[in-house]
């Protein structure tokens, strides 16, 4: 076994655990818009930038983290498999996984809506 191959690999491996260790995804929905922040990763998008909102079950796309390229476009997730899909004007979309999918489409009804303040 080469040495010098074994070494680079436990020290990146070790890198790599905190960042898993404590990947936390946040959410954060008010009067401005959406925001989504986790490791690497500070979205943030107004109300006004938005096309459409729908809370949905994505199923698996592949496990947890950022997912680049799926149908739903970037998927921002931590856990389980409900999740609020964003697209905007622009035609960019994302998904942010969620474990409050109640409160996600009492907002999404209320945007929806859009006669009350969100």
């Known amino acids: ?19 898993i260790w404590f990947w936390k995804l946040t959410t954060k929905i008010d009067n ?10 500070n979205k943030k998008v107004n109300w006004d930038e938005i096309e459409n909102l729908k809370v949905l079950d994505y199923g698996f796309v592949g496990g947890w983290g950022i997912r680049i390229g799926t149908r739903y476009g970037t998927v921002y997730n931590t ?9 905007l004007k622009n035609k960019k979309k994302f998904l942010i996984g ?8 009492r907002i999404v009804e209320k945007w929806n809506s859009r006669s009350e303040e969100i």
Not at 32 to 41: H, T
Not at 79 to 87: D, E, F, L, T
Request: charged fraction near 10%; proline fraction near 7%; aromatic fraction near 8%.
């Open 32 to 41: 401005y818009g959406i925001s989504v922040k986790c490791p690497f990763v």
């Open 98 to 105: 969620t474990q409050k999918e109640s409160e996600l489409q």
């Open 1 to 19: 076994m080469n040495h010098l191959a074994f070494w680079p690999g436990i020290v990146i491996g070790i890198g790599v655990l905190p960042i």
């Open 79 to 87: 856990s389980g498999r409900n999740g609020m899909a964003i697209v």
